[in-house]
């Protein structure tokens, strides 16, 4: 029994042995391999020698798989950063109304807060006014609205496009003011600052202060105000408008919009005073002249024109062009029986009253305005307010300066007109009041479709098409020579040759 007992708690403590061994291992090493039952050895078998086991090979940590880096965008470039340092048409240079620095970082966090306040309670009408403002570049809306303010006065091309170039030059002037005094202080937009803040629009890719579109409206207005002053209080709220819309729609402080007025309405100053001296108010003191083979009628139109203040040319007789044919010359004589053997239809009749009446005389300047307007979209410079503005200038400046040498050739030569030199001869319209030799029509349209084909290639077959056309409604219309057009398509080449020349040098790419 003893023998029995000792059995029983011998393997009793090698169970609790086993046991604990067991737990210790649980928790101290990796499980123990499974141990196979050991088999009963046959007597007089031969035991094989254990094999040593093989030697397990190091389990090998898979290399990671090479995740690309995420990339971060590109900021979008910069708004001709160069731009400030453009050349200027009344500005010594872009820097000469530099506006002063933008506010603190408190007066910023202010404005801020006004802004988060105005996105709060944006509704429908205020999208609406910020869409229309932000249809196209600042100068844009501007140009439609004095070509409207122009036409409904019903002024002739000559005055039209004076007032639109000193529109345009004080908008370009302001617009490069503006760049000097954005990249000077390069204050970041609004959500910029405050990621919260939602804005209506993207934002444009250029720094905030002074605002553009409020210095364009600032020497548009005054401009404009000059000009009409029974409209000066339209005028200024469409400013106000258009600088509300860009506080509406969250992309500039409001510090922003009140320096970019300000320096607007600097600019227009001198453009005020360059216009005040540039001798469109100066009375005429000539006379008609009474020789034979001359211009003949009473009130001439704009007779001082040819001495008005040119912008490109040195004068108005720079590129004067040599005299027409002579009255009673043989050359003149086939011309007019050019004229006389010329089958009209309706659609030659037609196409002459739409350049007389819808795009020519008093029309001119809103036509090929029209065409800018197109062409300043389709080439998306709609977010690229100093090359749009440059456009405008440019296009304008062009149609004055060749207005201006057109009517000193004119007033030069007093040349007849076809009905003049022969009474019977009958006209699709009345001619204008004013001298045959050059066209007109030929020399603004030639100048204007100059610029733009150089500006805008993809454009050059169609506007010069267009050029060509205008001149060719005039023989159309029996009220002018074939010499007229010729003379006036070559003189309004000569000047967008001369503004393509300052363009080339103007500082911009």
Request: hydrophobic share 40%.
């Amino acid at each position: 029994m003893k023998s029995y007992l000792h059995s029983i708690y011998s393997a009793i403590l090698l169970l609790l042995l086993a046991g604990c061994l067991a737990l210790i291992g649980c928790s101290a090493a990796p499980p123990p391999a499974t141990l196979t039952p050991p088999t009963a050895t046959p007597p007089e078998a031969t035991v094989a020698p254990t094999e040593a086991p093989p030697t397990a090979e190091p389990t090998q940590t898979p290399e990671p798989t090479p995740v690309a880096p995420t990339a971060t965008p590109e900021p979008a470039p910069q708004v001709e950063p160069n731009a400030g340092a453009w050349q200027t048409w009344v500005l010594e240079s872009g820097d000469q109304f530099r506006a002063d620095a933008p506010p603190d970082e408190a007066a910023t966090a202010a404005e801020i807060a006004a802004l988060l306040d105005m996105a709060a309670a944006r509704d429908e009408d205020d999208r609406l006014q910020i869409d229309y403002w932000n249809a196209g570049p600042p100068a844009y809306r501007w140009n439609q609205i004095a070509t409207d303010a122009l036409n409904r006065r019903g002024v002739p091309a000559p005055m039209g496009l004076r007032d639109l170039a000193l529109l345009h030059a004080a908008i370009y002037d302001a617009t490069v003011a503006a760049w000097d005094s954005k990249y000077t202080y390069n204050r970041p937009r609004p959500s910029e600052v405050e990621p919260g803040l939602a804005t209506a629009i993207a934002n444009p890719a250029s720094p905030s202060y002074p605002s553009d579109y409020a210095a364009t409206a600032g020497a548009a207005a005054a401009v404009l105000s000059w000009l009409f002053p029974d409209q000066a209080e339209a005028f200024e709220a469409q400013a106000q408008q258009a600088v509300d819309s860009r506080l509406l729609a969250g992309v500039e402080y409001p510090s922003d919009v009140e320096a970019g007025l300000a320096l607007g309405r600097q600019v227009a100053e001198l453009v005020i005073a360059r216009g005040m001296a540039d001798g469109s108010a100066d009375p005429w003191t000539g006379s008609v002249p009474t020789e034979p083979g001359h211009w003949t009628g009473e009130n001439p139109a704009l007779p001082t024109a040819g001495t008005w203040q040119t912008w490109v040319l040195t004068s108005g007789d720079q590129f004067r062009p040599s005299p027409p044919p002579a009255y009673d010359s043989d050359e003149l004589a086939a011309e007019m029986e050019e004229l006389r053997a010329f089958e009209r239809t309706p659609l030659t009749s037609a196409l002459a009253m739409f350049w007389e009446h819808g795009a020519g005389g008093r029309r001119n300047y809103w036509y090929w305005g029209e065409i800018a307007d197109r062409l300043v979209l389709e080439s998306d410079l709609d977010d690229n307010a100093p090359r749009a503005a440059r456009a405008y200038a440019l296009v304008n400046i062009a149609g004055y300066d060749a207005g201006v040498a057109c009517w000193d050739a004119k007033y030069a030569y007093w040349a007849i007109r076809p009905s003049q030199l022969d009474p019977e001869f009958q006209t699709v319209m009345p001619a204008p009041a004013h001298p045959s030799y050059p066209s007109a029509h030929s020399c603004l349209s030639a100048a204007q479709a100059g610029v733009l084909a150089h500006l805008f290639p993809t454009a050059e077959a169609q506007v010069t098409a267009l050029a060509d056309e205008a001149g060719e409604s005039r023989i159309w219309a029996g009220i002018h020579f074939r010499s007229d057009v010729e003379a006036g398509l070559a003189l309004g080449e000569d000047v967008a040759e001369a503004v393509i020349a300052h363009v080339l040098n103007d500082g911009s790419p």
